[in-house]
């Protein structure tokens, strides 16, 4: 060993540095005896002052990992303690990355990958403990692509055939609302717009119910429909003085980004309570319009149940009967049948609404873009004999090959005058 | 003792499969789509000779290392590669995939190469129908958990992995299905009659 140490026992000059536990120390290799101790702290005075003393610390086990694995269960645990997760999330998480260390996919990965994946394995473990973390969250912490992270995200719940639960929808409105800055008068929020917290988070899951029974968050993207929720909930809270709000000044003074989908959420959330609306007898009267509506919300919510059961009906049914009616008329003149209006017992004869809709997803309901016709059956063999004069139609003209070269170098000299060597 | 060659009369011999199948056929043919096809033209290729003597070739060689050609009947496109092999798509048959694949072999010859016919064969098939109800997706992922995967916040329709046969399968909230990953057209009506029961269920 260079620095002429001895042994102060044997007189070796063959002393190592070893690390063990907490400290490195300098050991003769003959007689062992410890020469020099590093750090004045050893894992029985950790534990005699309460400090946790890692498996990986004392066992040396991350000398067998990769640097580029402990950078990533380090980006792992950072991300951790950045979103406040309880420990247990950590450890999991962590457990998460190792598994997907050892397919050999993982570890020849690129960089961008490998911190992708770092989000993955925590998304993972949030989902799994009923954390609502969304991805876009994750993206937004490390930077990255949601592309790229929905490719690494698909890519490693299948390597590691994971059970990953559905976001809960319930526990991210939560989250989210409490994000909204409206429960404390300041510069920006005026005091008319503040609000009790737990009104509006209970009536913005009401609405967010609401719009899950009538198909406006199937397929969709959860968060906007909870912006487009929470907007309205508290616009109907205190309608007098917020009406003339819009939903991007509110999310602004909210301090909360106005996901684009929002707007058009927003929109489809209050033509089904307009609908609702027309199936309550004192609001009928009134002749409500998207906004007025919101001035109801309250009664509307509260007596959903049986206005979503009167204001649509089964849209299956809607279907089958509204082809029916066309295979009808086709059939035969004036053989379709008039569509039974719902009970007459709210409102009177000449009152009546226009006959329920059908609950249906929004896409179901607007009309085909273009309607395509069936494609003509095929006679095709495979074995048709194939003309030359077809063949030819493909090929250039000896003229037309002079014409395409000359062009060709034409450009060539154009570039190299325009980027000279 | 033994059993008589031909039934006895108060023994009448009963047809083994059932004249109506034990549950209902949808009713519902789904339509072929997009047929991904390959064959070896068997002898190396110049595509800078090519992409110059044909019409309709396209070759960025510093996008992508194949040409790029298409014709109008069926309407397809091919790659072709320098190796002599040639990928076609876009043909809504089989036949039509292979009639589609003989024409550019045909033009590759009349361009001047050697052109052959080898190991002409169906990849992939993609077809489509749409059950015309719509279907709760988050309820779908629960019950088939095993085979589902449905993640809103990337892709709105659900994603089906079926074991037999397999292929997957795009389910949206409108009711309209996407089936791929076949090799044989048997498959993917299959797959379908497989899958009609589960989503009535939802």
């Not at chain 1, 003769?28 to 050893?42: A, I, K, N, R």
């Not at chain 1, 937004?140 to 992270?149: C, E, N, R, S, T």
């Not at chain 1, 199937?218 to 939903?247: M, N």
């Given at each position: ?10 007189g ?32 029985f ?8 003393v ?34 247990t999330?950590?450890?999991?998480a ?43 969250t ?14 690494t ?6 390597l ?36 009790d ?7 913005t ?8 029974e009538?198909w ?40 909360v ?15 089904v ?18 906004r007025?509506v ?33 295979r ?18 709210d ?15 929004p ?5 085909p ?26 090929l250039?003209?000896p ?23 | ?10 023994t ?13 056929s ?67 048959s ?10 550019y ?17 169906i ?16 309820g ?51 797959a ?11």
């Open positions: 060993m260079p620095g002429g140490g001895h042994c102060p026992d044997c070796s000059t063959e002393l190592v540095e070893d690390s063990h536990y907490s400290q490195s120390q300098l050991v003769c290799s003959d007689c062992g005896c410890v020469v020099t101790e590093g750090v004045l702290t050893t894992t005075s950790d534990e005699g002052n309460l400090r946790e890692t498996y990986s610390r004392s066992t040396g086990e991350n000398d067998q990992v990769s640097r580029s694995q402990q950078r990533g269960l380090r980006r792992v645990r950072d991300l951790c303690r950045v979103l406040q997760l309880p420990s999330f950590e450890d999991t962590v457990a998460y990355y190792q598994q997907a260390y050892r397919h050999s996919g993982i570890r020849a990965a690129r960089l961008q990958k490998k911190e992708v994946l770092v989000g993955c394995c925590v998304l993972i473990t949030c989902r799994q403990h009923n954390w609502p973390l969304t991805m876009g994750v993206c937004a912490l490390l930077y990255a692509d949601l592309d790229v992270f929905s490719g995200y698909m890519q490693i719940v299948k590691l055939g994971l059970d990953v639960p559905s976001l809960c929808l319930a526990d991210l409105v939560k989250t989210y609302c409490s994000s909204f800055r409206l429960f404390q008068a300041s510069p920006s929020v005026p005091p008319k717009y503040v609000e917290k737990e009104k509006m988070l209970s009536r899951l009401q609405l967010v119910e609401l719009a899950d009538t406006l968050v199937t397929g969709r993207h959860p968060l906007p429909v909870i912006t487009a929720a929470t907007f309205l909930a508290w616009q109907s809270l205190q309608p007098s003085h917020r009406l003339t709000c819009s939903l991007a000044r509110f999310c602004k003074l909210a301090n980004d106005l996901p684009y989908p929002a707007s058009s959420r927003l929109q489809e959330l209050l033509s309570l307009l609908r609702m609306a027309e199936r309550l007898a004192w609001l009928q009267v009134l002749k409500l319009d998207k007025s919101v001035k109801h919300i309250g009664d509307l919510l509260q007596h959903r149940h049986t206005l979503v059961r009167k204001a649509f009906r089964d849209g299956t049914a809607e279907m089958e009967a509204g082809e029916k009616e066309l009808e008329r086709c059939q035969g003149p004036e053989q379709g049948k008039e569509e039974v209006a719902s009970s007459s017992l409102l009177p004869e000449g009152k009546r609404p226009a006959s329920p809709t059908p609950l249906l997803p896409c179901m309901l607007k009309p873009k273009r309607i395509c016709p069936p494609p003509p059956v095929s006679t095709v063999t495979g074995d048709e004999n194939i003309s030359d004069s077809e063949i030819e139609q493909y250039r003209t003229q037309e090959i002079k014409d395409f070269e000359k062009a060709q170098a034409a450009r060539q000299a154009a570039r190299s005058v325009s980027n000279p060597p | 003792g033994t059993t008589p060659l031909y039934p006895s009369p108060m009448p011999m009963t047809p083994i499969t059932p004249a109506t199948p034990a549950s209902e949808s009713g519902i043919v789904p339509q072929l789509q997009n047929i991904v096809s390959t064959v070896n033209l068997g002898c190396k290729l110049d595509l800078k000779t090519i992409a110059l003597r044909a019409r309709n070739a396209e070759y960025n060689p510093k996008r992508f290392a194949a040409v790029i050609m298409r014709i109008r009947e069926p309407r397809t496109t091919a790659l072709i590669f320098s190796s002599g092999k040639m990928v076609c798509t876009g043909a809504k089989e036949e039509q995939s292979r009639l589609a694949a003989r024409k072999a045909r033009v590759v010859q009349k361009l001047g190469f050697p052109a052959k016919f080898l190991d002409f064969k990849q992939n098939m993609v077809g489509s129908c749409d059950v015309k109800f719509p279907i709760r997706l988050e779908l992922v629960l019950t088939h958990q095993q085979f589902s995967s449905y993640e809103p916040e990337l892709f709105p329709g659900l994603i089906y992995r079926m074991i037999k046969p397999r292929i997957v399968l795009l389910i949206f909230v409108s009711g309209k299905v996407v089936l791929t990953g076949a090799k044989v057209r048997a498959e993917i009506y299959e379908f009659e497989n899958i009609y029961p589960i989503l009535k269920g939802f």
